[in-house]
């Protein structure tokens, strides 16, 4: 998600108030009451993702994605593939986009790699949603990318 293309982005700069046509103020707000209620709609997950990336923070939240995706593969080939790409690029101690996790956690992954299960990632996809939820979500709530985006959302709905 290029900055140039980002619709949350262009709004945020003001240069278009263009949002998507189904995203209303009530799901907006109910990404207030809970982490949860934001990672279970629609765009919660996006925005939150594009608040992160403005962050330089967004870590966690591809990781977290990654694993959603990781886990409906059902192909056994597809999954040792794709689990040694997550360790490469989240887990491995000096990776691209490292996410913190306790050691045991990396080191019963290392151990499970071998032979990866769909849920071998399940652990650190724990750790980093807690992360998420404690430490960024309550930003993000106050951040000027979610207080804007209301009022974009108000604005539009009254005229």
Known sequence: ??????????????????????????EALQWAQSFDSLMATKYGPVVYAAYLKMEHSDENIKFWMACETYKKIAS??????????????????????????????????????????????????KIVYMHMERDSYPRFLKSEVYQKLLKTIQSNNSS
């Open 1 to 26: 998600m290029s900055r140039r293309n980002c619709w949350i982005c262009k709004m945020c700069r003001d240069e278009s108030k263009r949002l998507p046509a189904n995203l209303t103020l009530e």
């Open 76 to 125: 056994r080939r597809s999954r040792i593939s794709r689990a040694k790409k997550l360790y490469k690029i989240y887990i491995q101690p000096q990776s691209p986009r490292e996410i913190n996790i306790d050691s045991s956690t990396r080191e019963t992954i290392i151990r499970n790699i071998q032979e990866p299960t769909q849920t071998c990632f399940e652990e650190a996809q």
